[in-house]
């Protein structure tokens, strides 16, 4: 494994999610602050328009064009990218990513313009009923980070649930307009090629207590400290560490379906 001190990345982008309402929705609880190798993350704020705060469809807009431009662009999400295991064993799905987004999104089209994550758990839209799991299912890296709820907790306080089933169809969004230009760690493979942007799941409680949060609110300085955290492990030459955690061969091929939060070690 090479560990050099060299960096990769040009740009840092951290994004904290929301669930809320629909993707055309304006929702406070989304936040995105842009740092580079030079400067601390600023906040974006979303294109000019009638809405004040972000939309998951605006944003995911604004982000393929980022990560269509010849900068590598380290972006870390606050949503679980995948399931527990246990979830494509009950649902006989071959444990395949890739396979797994088409899957999901053709069950839970959360990523239509109207479209509440409630409408499809509660059977107006799709078909989630039959891609549902239980909240006593967790991911190895949801037992290890501790504090990480289960993808299928829907309610209660620091449930990722919603943002969850409201963020995976855009990451299929993602593979489809950038294909191979974009690295899905760890899907893609536990190194990012060098000069290749990268997008990761990330959990803001490992690094908000790190960063004083001066007059930010909760999600922005999320937001934040994601960013500023990623640009930090990146120029300190720590950053390659975080992509190899120390987990067993057989771990590694789990979290190559279930995925992996970024500084779980």
Known sequence: MNHSSQTNFERYIGIDYSGAETPISSLKGLSVYMADRASL???????????????????????????????????????????????????????????????????????????????????????????????????????????????????????????????IPWLLHFRRQLADSVHFWPFDGWEIPPGQSAIVEVYPSLWRHAFPREDRTRDQHDAYSVAAWLRQADLDGKLAQFLSPHITPAERTLAQVEGWILGVM
């Not at 089209?109 to 799709?126: E, Q």
């Not at 239980?134 to 993808?151: C, D, F, I, N, Y």
């Open 41 to 167: 993350p600023v906040e974006v704020p979303p294109p000019p328009s009638p809405r004040k705060y972000w939309t998951r469809k605006g944003l995911a807009e604004w982000l393929v064009q980022r990560l269509r431009e010849d900068r590598p662009t380290l972006v870390g999400i606050d949503h679980a990218f995948s399931f527990p295991l246990r979830y494509f064993e009950v649902h006989h799905l071959p444990p395949d990513w890739p396979a797994f987004l088409e899957d999901f999104q053709r069950h839970w089209p959360t990523d239509g313009d109207n479209t509440y994550v409630d409408f499809v758990r509660d059977g107006l839209r799709g078909d989630g009923a039959a891609r549902s799991g239980s909240p006593r299912w967790h991911r190895l890296t949801e037992e290890r980070a501790g504090a990480a709820k289960s993808v299928f907790q829907f309610d209660g306080q620091g449930s990722v649930a919603k943002s969850t089933h409201a963020g």
